[in-house]
C-alpha cells in the first residue's frame, strides 16, 4: 500500500489502463477515485484492465483462510501511518463517502474470486457496475465483501446472474487460476497495490490524476 511510483509490466491494449489492485487496500479505492477524476476529463475515458491481486497472500493458511497472527511485518506505527494517509488522501481526492479507514479483517479473496468470474460472464459495464459496488459496500458501508450473501446482493443490484457468484464461490479451479494470477502478478513486478500500467510504465499507489495523465500520455 505505497504512495511510491514505479515501474513494471507492460499493457497491450489502447484505449485501456492495467489496475493491479486489491478491494481490501483503502490506496486502491482512493486509486480509483484519481481514476475517475483523470477519466473525467478525457474524451474517451479509458477502460480499466482489472487484475486482481491479493495482500493477504503471505498469511493464508493452507485451506486458504487468513492467519490474522501470522508476523507480516506490520507493526501498528505502520498502520497508524497508514490510516494518516488516508485520510489525507480522502480529503485531497474529495472522497467523502469514505467511512473506514482500514480494513484489516476483511478477507476480500470472495470478492475477488467472482469479480473474475463476472468479468469473464458478462460485458464491461456490468463488471465495472459490480466492481465499484465491491469498493462502494466495503468502504462507504462497512459491509463484510468476503461475505457470499453481500456478493449475490451485489451482484443482483449490478444485473448479474446470482449464479455466476455462486458458481465462482464453489470453483476450486477457479480458486487455483486466481493464485495463479496472483503469482503473474509478482513476476512481472508488481509488489504492492495499487499499481497502474501504460504503455510499459507503472505507477504505484494512489496516485494524483495529473499523474495517471503522464503515465497514459496525450489522446
Not at 480509483?32 to 474517451?44: A, F, H, I, M, V
Not at 468479468?119 to 468476503?146: K, M, N, Q, S, T
Not at 477457479?174 to 510499459?200: N, Y
Amino acid at each position: 500500500m505505497s504512495d511510491a511510483p514505479d515501474t513494471a509490466a507492460e499493457t497491450d491494449a489502447t484505449g485501456t489502463i492495467t489496475v493491479y489492485s486489491d478491494y481490501v487496500c483503502p490506496f486502491c479505492y482512493l486509486g480509483r477515485q484519481s481514476l475517475e477524476t483523470y477519466n473525467s476529463g478525457r474524451d474517451d475515458p479509458l477502460q480499466i484492465d482489472w487484475r486482481p491481486f491479493d495482500l493477504r497472500s503471505g498469511k493464508r493458511n493452507p485451506d486458504g483462510s487468513i492467519d490474522h497472527d501470522a508476523d507480516d511485518g506490520k507493526d501498528e506505527a505502520y498502520f497508524e501511518q497508514a490510516k494518516q494517509n488516508v485520510r489525507r488522501l480522502r480529503e485531497e481526492y474529495g472522497a467523502d463517502e469514505m467511512e473506514l479507514d482500514l480494513a484489516t479483517e476483511v478477507d476480500s479473496l470472495p470478492a475477488q474470486l467472482v469479480s473474475v468470474a463476472v468479468r469473464d460472464a458478462c460485458d464491461y459495464d456490468a463488471w465495472l457496475e459490480f466492481d465499484e459496488a465491491v469498493f462502494e459496500a466495503l468502504w462507504h458501508d462497512g459491509r463484510d465483501i468476503g461475505d457470499g450473501d453481500v456478493l449475490i446482493e451485489l451482484a443482483e443490484d449490478a444485473g448479474v446472474d446470482p449464479g455466476i457468484v455462486r458458481d465462482a464461490l464453489a470453483d476450486d479451479g477457479r480458486r487455483a487460476a486466481l493464485r495463479e494470477q496472483f503469482r503473474d502478478a509478482q513476476s512481472e513486478g508488481v509488489t504492492g497495490v495499487p499499481t497502474f500500467v501504460a504503455d510499459g510504465y507503472a505507477a504505484r499507489g494512489a496516485v494524483p490524476p495529473e499523474q495517471l495523465e503522464r503515465l497514459v500520455g496525450d489522446e
